[in-house]
């Protein structure tokens, strides 16, 4: 029964867009408002991606009730989004433009009549009213509960002003602190029009056939397994299968691929692909929730829900620093004057001190860096699945990688041919058309080079086909046979053994971490085909640049000492470790680990899914394309790149140093303002500007992040 429960639980689980968010405590008070709906046994609001998750039952009538403080609008996630009207029309910022009137016009009266008249004092109170009517209404809330934020904060410091006369500055209180909260909304509305923008990558219907219908199709009824018509100039809807037609691909939406991809029969596509000069058919093999581009924009949102440690202690300081401040604020206002000093001088004071410890730069100096970093780094093709793994990739001292598919392409190549006596095309179009009937997996990188080399190896006809176990084949090709297999199969063919000469060009090709292929008669060996995975371009560099930062890099993988040593060495990294199954990865991770404390894995995802799972930061190569690379690790080089690599860890060290000038100089303005009240040269201008200045500047701080480049 509990199971059956749960399953209920888990199939009523809902998103909706919310519109309307100002702030991250305004979308904590809407969650714990809607956590308390009948109906509603759970709810979690993702601020950054401006949506709320709903397990039970609840209409959107009752949500939008439960964010009537904010006047939230819901909408289903599946509904079509509705454009925002532009930033300078929106209600809340009109608001703004109408208090900064009445403050100028206010202003120019009380120079007129003086600041005492009646006439300035109604202007800058209508301006008071309408430009902080909401933030009011919150912050008395906040106050009848003893709740501190700073909503609260900035109602006490207005009310202050307002009592002790100085109505001038308490709307230019409200002013400044609507621009500002106007300013973080628009750059709130940016990052998620950033994610919106990835959703409009794929076209919202394709040109589906079904029998010999051919019909335009909205995605959501796109079925796997039907055929996508894919028109030159068009962008792919769907990710498939292609089954008919060759053309070439622009991947960059998903990959950051910037050269365009040849894809043919069998190849995989993407959906948000531009299909550039050929027709294609394409067999759906995903639906529309399940595709590359779906599980981009879903690890795009959860990364801004991610938060990051220090994140985490700036709310946690925020929560006692601001009762903190009150109480300051209060003895300051109320102690001199019982010592014989001026009641509305040191009340002003200590509203001033209220104003400038408003913790505003300190709660966005970590959250506003991550943002921007994790935008940057998806632009470049890197996807960093979170504040927390940007800022464990900052610390990192050790790198594991993975050698197949890491550090080399995981696709073996013939890297050398050296022939005996015959022309070096004959015998690899003899090889070829041998290994056509081989199920051997060198065999396909020994027709690959005869395609190549433009042979024909497919005319030429091959009889008495043999394949002699775990060492080669042998065949006839022109009435005379031949055998292709390892050195062994020919110590055992040839009488008098192999040459002295050619045991040593096959010892130094296989010392190189090759594998040798022998093709030969009874009589002789006529050539040595050398294979190999080959080598990344940008493996070395990569390693050297890694080795440079002062990072230790490790190479894992299964394949033997010699040839582990060979790429090894080549590559440039120092340490290898050779013969390892996946648990032995793994224990070589919590090792490093342990030596290190902050150590990435680099790896395919999949066989190296343990270890990826027990280092620090994951890192999966080849994104685009393996679910489980998406899936498991804590970032994705979405292009199959690995010169991401050394860029992602300056762009997260340079974080982490932005992330702490920001808070030590959140904190460093407020103590040089909250200094200035011994003298008593604090005023609410100067508590204002040092507020939002430090906010600004935080602000622009974080934005440097954006110049980060590869």
């Known amino acids: 029964m509990p199971n059956q429960q749960k399953e209920i639980s888990e199939q ?24 308390e709906l009948p109906g509603v046994e759970d709810a979690k609001v993702n601020f950054g991606a401006s949506k709320v998750m709903v397990q039970g039952s609840a209409t959107i009538e009752e949500l939008e009730k439960a964010g009537a403080f904010e006047n939230l609008k819901i909408r289903d996630e599946k509904e079509q989004r509705v454009e925002r009207e532009p930033f300078w029309k929106q209600k809340e910022n009109i608001k703004v433009y109408i208090s900064a009137l009445l403050l100028v016009i206010s202003w120019f009266l009380g120079e007129q009549y003086g600041e005492e008249h009646i006439l300035p004092t109604i202007g800058f109170a209508a301006s008071i009213l309408i430009g902080g009517y909401s933030l009011f209404i919150k912050g008395l ?16 410091a207005i009310l202050g002003a307002a009592v002790i006369g100085e109505w001038g500055e308490g709307a230019m209180v409200v002013i400044l602190f609507a621009i500002s909260e106007a300013l973080e909304r628009y750059s709130m509305d940016k990052a998620r029009q950033s994610i919106e923008s990835l959703m409009d990558i794929a076209p919202k219907e394709a040109l589906i056939r079904r029998g010999t219908e051919e019909m335009m199709v909205h995605v959501e009824d796109i079925q796997v397994g039907d055929i996508m018509i894919v028109k030159p100039g068009q962008k792919l809807a769907m990710d498939g299968t292609v089954i008919k037609g060759t053309s070439t691909l622009n991947q960059a939406a ?3 691929e910037s050269v365009p991809v040849t894809k043919t029969k069998n190849d995989e596509v993407f959906a948000g692909t531009l299909n550039e000069e050929g027709l294609l058919e394409v067999k759906v093999t995903k639906r529309v929730e399940d ?7 879903h690890l795009v949102e959860e990364a801004q829900a991610e938060r990051a440690p220090s994140q985490a202690f700036v709310d946690k300081f925020a929560k006692y620093y601001t009762p903190a401040i009150v109480i300051l604020a209060a003895l300051i206002a109320v102690l001199p004057p019982l010592f014989g000093g001026d009641w509305s001088e040191w009340i002003y004071q200590g509203l001033a001190i209220l104003v400038v410890g408003c913790p505003c730069a300190l709660v966005v100096s970590t959250p506003v860096a991550v943002v921007t970093a994790i935008g940057n780094a998806a632009r470049n093709g890197v996807l960093i699945k979170g504040g927390v793994y940007l800022e464990e990739t900052g610390h990192l001292k050790a790198i594991a990688f993975d050698k197949t598919g890491t550090l080399t392409k995981g696709v073996p190549a013939v890297t050398d041919i050296v022939t005996y006596g015959r022309s070096e095309s004959e015998l690899l179009t003899i090889t070829a058309a041998i290994e056509n009937g081989s199920q051997h997996p ?3 990188a020994i027709m690959g080079k005869a395609e190549e080399n433009r042979l024909n190896f497919k005319g030429i006809v091959v009889e008495e086909f043999q394949s002699i176990t775990g060492k080669g084949v042998k065949a006839k090709v ?26 040593e060009s096959i010892a130094r090709m296989q010392t190189q971490g090759k594998t040798v292929m022998v093709l030969g008669t009874e009589k002789e060996i006529l050539s040595l085909i050398a294979v190999a995975d080959e080598m990344r371009e940008s493996s070395k560099e990569v390693i050297s640049q890694l080795n440079y930062m002062g990072i230790e890099t490790v190479m894992l993988t299964g394949d033997n000492q010699r040839t582990a040593e060979a790429i090894g060495k080549q590559v440039g990294v120092s340490d290898i470790k050779a013969d390892l199954l996946p648990e032995d990865k793994l224990n070589f991770i919590k090792k490093l680990r342990e030596k290190h404390q902050s150590v990435a894995m680099v790896g395919d995802g999949v066989n190296d899914a343990p270890a990826l799972a027990a280092s620090t930061v994951g890192v999966a190569m ?18 199959d790149d690995l010169s991401k690599l050394p860029y992602t860890i300056k762009l997260s060290r340079k974080a982490l140093v932005i992330i702490k000038q920001n808070i030590t100089f959140s904190l460093a303005i407020k103590l040089v303002a909250l200094l200035l009240v011994m003298p008593g040269w604090l005023t609410l201008w100067i508590a204002i500007f040092a507020d939002m200045g430090a906010t600004l500047l935080v602000t622009l701080n974080s934005l440097r992040l954006l110049r980060v480049k590869e």
């Open 12 to 35: 009523e689980m809902k998103t909706y867009r919310v519109q309307g968010f100002t702030c991250t405590n305004c979308a904590t008070i809407f969650e714990n408002n809607v956590k």
């Open 141 to 156: 809330k906040n106050l009848s509960r003893l709740k501190f934020d700073m909503n609260t904060l900035m109602t006490i």
């Open 254 to 256: 998903i990959t950051g």
């Open 291 to 297: 595709t590359t581009l779906s599980k981009i924009i």
């Open 442 to 444: 060198l065999a396909s």
């Open 478 to 503: 022109n009435n005379e046979i031949y055998y292709v297999g390892s050195p062994n199969l020919f110590e055992e063919t040839l009488r008098n053994g192999i040459e002295t000469s050619i045991i």
């Open 622 to 639: 080849g994104g685009a394309g393996t679910d489980t690379a998406l899936e498991t690790a804590d970032i994705a080089l979405m292009s």
